[in-house]
T-cell receptor
Framework: QKEVEQNSGPLSVPEGAIASLNCTYSDRGSQSFFWYRQYSGKSPELIMSIYSNGDKEDGRFTAQLNKASQYVSLLIRDSQPSDSATYLCAVYTTSGTYKYIFGTGTRLKVLA | GAGVSQTPSNKVTEKGKYVELRCDPISGHTALYWYRQSLGQGPEFLIYFQGTGAADDSGLPNDRFFAVRPEGSVSTLKIQRTERGDSAVYLC???????????FGPGTRLLVL
């Protein structure tokens, strides 16, 4: 079982719709969770971080964390074609010396 | 500088050659990470520095790969006897402490012919 799992996509949504991106993780002791956006040919850039159960909103982005279910999601409201990118989930785990684990990413396509 | 910088941005080399990739982290960031990313994959961890020492090098694929950070700031990733399979984007990230948010540099695109 991979430590951080994401559906590779592509996830296609029409412009203006809500895009929902999901991530599950295996280390129940994980405390910190991050969503990065990566445009093709560019490096990852941080969108959101979340540490507590529940929702965290920042503009059109909402991160949701459910530690009991070991699940973190990212919602993008009013999706725009400029949101088309790969979204990487990263988890700060409790095991090992190096603790950041990245998922393989979900490719999002917002159709104009 | 304001962000993480990496040089060169692109490197083309021949199989068997030696290459060095440089990373200049955000000023004051104590933690520095090297990743390798292949097309369609997430960043693959290579090595993590806390200060000058390599706190975890378990991601280095073999002994052809080595990284240093002699003064706790700039880091160099060194690849000996390059192979075609080493072709990838090499990303560097830094953070303020290990639990801090990681900020990525623009990456070095390595192509081994």
């Amino acid at each position: 079982q991979k430590e951080v799992e994401q559906n590779s996509g592509p996830l296609s949504v029409p412009e203006g719709a809500i895009a929902s991106l999901n991530c599950t993780y295996s280390d129940r002791g994980s405390q910190s969770f991050f969503w990065y956006r990566q445009y093709s040919g560019k490096s990852p850039e941080l969108i959101m971080s979340i540490y507590s159960n529940g929702d965290k909103e920042d503009g059109r982005f909402t991160a949701q964390l459910n530690k009991a279910s070991q699940y973190v999601s990212l919602l993008i409201r009013d999706s725009q074609p400029s949101d088309s990118a790969t979204y990487l989930c990263a988890v700060y785990t409790t095991s090992g010396t190096y603790k950041y684990i990245f998922g393989t990413g979900t490719r999002l396509k917002v159709l104009a | 500088g304001a962000g993480v910088s990496q040089t060169p941005s692109n490197k083309v080399t021949e199989k068997g050659k030696y290459v060095e990739l440089r990373c200049d982290p955000i000023s004051g960031h104590t933690a520095l990470y090297w990743y390798r990313q292949s097309l369609g994959q997430g960043p693959e961890f290579l090595i993590y520095f806390q200060g000058t020492g390599a706190a975890d090098d378990s991601g280095l694929p073999n002994d052809r790969f080595f990284a240093v950070r002699p003064e706790g700031s700039v880091s160099t990733l060194k690849i000996q006897r390059t192979e075609r399979g080493d072709s990838a984007v090499y990303l560097c990230a830094s953070s303020f402490g290990q639990e801090g948010t990681q900020y990525f540099g623009p990456g070095t695109r390595l192509l081994v012919l």
